[in-house]
Structures are given as C-alpha cells and as structure tokens.
C-alpha cells in the first residue's frame, strides 16, 4: 500500500497528524512511528518515577500520555476494521480526556505501558497487512465526518508521531 490518503478521505481536523508522516508506504510508517516512540524510553523503562512525571501540574502523566496513544489506536483501528468490513452505521466519536481521567490514578510502569504499546501496534501492522489494496479506499463515517482506511492508517502513525515529539520535549528532557 502506497498511496497516500488526499484531501477528502479526512476530516481537516487529523491534517496535521497526516502531514508528520513523511513515508509514502504505510506499512512503514507503522513500523517506524511506533519503533521511534519504543526506543525514546529505551533507558527510561526502569525508571519507576517517569511514569506519574508531569511537566506541569494540570497536564497528564507519562503514563497517560501512553495509555492515550492506545487507546487512540484502538479508536482509529476500530474505525479501519468498521470501514473495510463496509460497516454502514456511523461510529461516534470519544471524549479522549474522559477515557484518560476514567483510568483514575493506577500508575503503570513505563515498562508495561510499552509493552502494551508494542502488542497494539504489532495488531494495528497485522490489520493493515491482511487488507486488500480495493480495502484502502472504503471509508465510515466516524464523529460526523468520512474517513477512509488509508487515511486512518496514516493518522495512527501521525499522532503517534506527534505525542512522541511532546514526550521528548516536555517530559524527558526533564528526567
């Protein structure tokens, strides 16, 4: 799969997640997104204290910040599988804020977090894989707007880019 999605196959809202992903081949921008945000902690998994680390007070952990990257996955994933089985019914939308906040307190080690991150992302390459190149083109509607799978592809990889780049700035430079 190589095509990248164009204007149209997205809401303008998810552009710039688009745009953070230079590769022209999907399957490769998974891999590299989510190897780049796996060896960002390479030295931090051990390090228990970055995981409730916070750059500012109001602003969520490192350990949210992960487990926001998951969930958003799993949204996004969701999304593609509903559009390549040629879902109809529209999905909604999801308050990422709430999901987070909804986790409560538990502080997961970096370590597990990424671990997780790595079994999402592993089953998010799979999916795309096992599609076929017509799937690329189907689309659903998911909070109120038309999205293709080719572009959900790229948003998982562009958002996970985008996170990645906060991580290194505003919370590991600080550790």
């Known amino acids: 799969m190589n095509d990248r999605p164009q204007k149209g196959e997205f809401d303008e809202y998810y552009e710039g997640y688009i745009n953070l992903v230079p590769e022209a081949d999907l399957r490769s921008a998974l891999i590299d997104s989510g190897t780049e945000l796996v ?18 007070p109001s602003k969520w952990t490192v350990s949210q910040v992960l487990l926001h990257l998951i969930d958003a996955e799993n949204v996004f994933l969701n999304r593609a599988l509903w559009a390549a089985r040629q879902e109809n019914s529209p999905l909604p939308g999801y308050n990422h804020n709430a999901w987070v906040e909804s986790f409560g307190d538990r502080v997961l080690s970096v370590s597990s977090m990424i671990q997780w991150f790595r079994i999402q992302r592993q089953n998010t390459v799979m999916f795309f894989e096992h599609l076929e190149d017509s799937d690329y083109d189907l689309s659903c509607e998911a909070n ?3 999205v293709t799978v080719r572009a959900l592809g ?3 990889a562009g958002h996970t880019r985008h996170h990645a780049t906060i991580l290194k700035e505003r919370y590991l430079q600080m550790q």
């Open 39 to 56: 060896r960002m902690f390479g030295h931090h998994e051990t390090n228990l204290s970055l995981s409730d680390h916070r750059y500012e």
């Open 144 to 146: 109120h707007a038309r």
């Open 154 to 156: 790229y948003i998982i």
